[in-house]
């Protein structure tokens, strides 16, 4: 099946720097992209998605790029703001088995002032 | 128009009792899956169902059923509670169309002593 890993794991930041977060799959048959914030005891939030005929998208200060010959996808926050600090999880929908989203494990954003 | 409705939002068991969780969604969708989320480990894939009356299992089934009897409800059931069932666990549904994504309830936090 397929297997999607999410790196770093932790990530410390000073407001108003940017922050990568990346990722890579295995499945090649797998064709969408989501990346989610998830803030302590709440469900994940849909930040921003991608398409595998799409190579990057933005939205203000978050874009996401992808390279589909690699396998893998990354995340890109600029500026940010200490209001950003959560755990992202990156995730790969594969038409395999039935469009469910597998998961990477996540990593934890953390931005000082 | 509540999207992905789960119960109950906690529960606390005894080892063996049984339980079941509800999902029910309001979207008139296809695809409904349910995932458990532990510390560290991102959300992980239980079981699916691609259409009523159609269902999968994932990456982690062992220890759990599901039931898709008609397009709306999608329930987990524990038989046998065990400690190692002890997660939050998560229901969502893909949105097809325009508005294409997935849709997550706000979870159910269990804990089996």
């Known amino acids: 099946g397929e297997n999607v890993e999410q790196h770093p794991s932790t990530l410390s930041v000073q407001e108003g720097d940017s922050a990568v977060i990346k990722c890579t799959y295995s499945?090649?048959?797998?064709?969408?992209f989501p990346w989610y914030k998830q803030e302590l005891g709440k469900r994940p939030q849909l930040i921003i998605d991608?398409?595998?005929?799409?190579g990057e998208k933005k939205d203000q200060r978050i874009a996401v790029t992808l390279n589909k010959t690699a396998k893998h996808f990354s995340l890109h926050i600029t500026e940010t703001q200490p209001e950003d600090s959560a755990v992202y999880f990156c995730?790969?929908?594969?038409?395999?088995?039935?469009?469910?989203?597998?998961f990477g494990k996540g990593t934890s954003l953390l931005v000082t002032p | 128009n509540a999207g992905v409705t789960q119960t109950p939002k906690f529960q606390v068991l005894k080892t063996g009792q049984s339980m079941t969780l509800q999902c029910a969604q309001d979207?008139?969708?296809?695809?409904m899956y349910w995932y458990r989320q532990d510390p560290g480990m991102g959300l992980r894939l239980i079981y699916y169902?691609?259409?009523?009356?159609?269902?999968d299992k994932g990456e982690v089934p062992n220890g759990y059923n599901v039931s898709r009897l008609n397009k709306r409800e999608f329930s987990l059931r524990l038989e046998s509670a065990a400690p190692s069932q002890t997660s939050v666990y998560f229901c969502?549904?893909?949105?097809?169309?325009?508005?294409?994504?997935?849709?997550f309830g706000s979870g159910t936090r269990l804990t089996v002593v």
């Open positions: 969502a549904l893909r949105r097809q169309g325009m508005n294409y994504g997935y849709t």
């Open positions: 169902s691609a259409s009523e009356g159609t269902t």
């Open positions: 991608i398409r595998s005929n799409v």
């Open positions: 995730a790969a929908s594969n038409p395999n088995s039935g469009y469910a989203l597998n």
């Open positions: 499945d090649s048959a797998s064709n969408y």
């Open positions: 979207m008139n969708h296809n695809s």
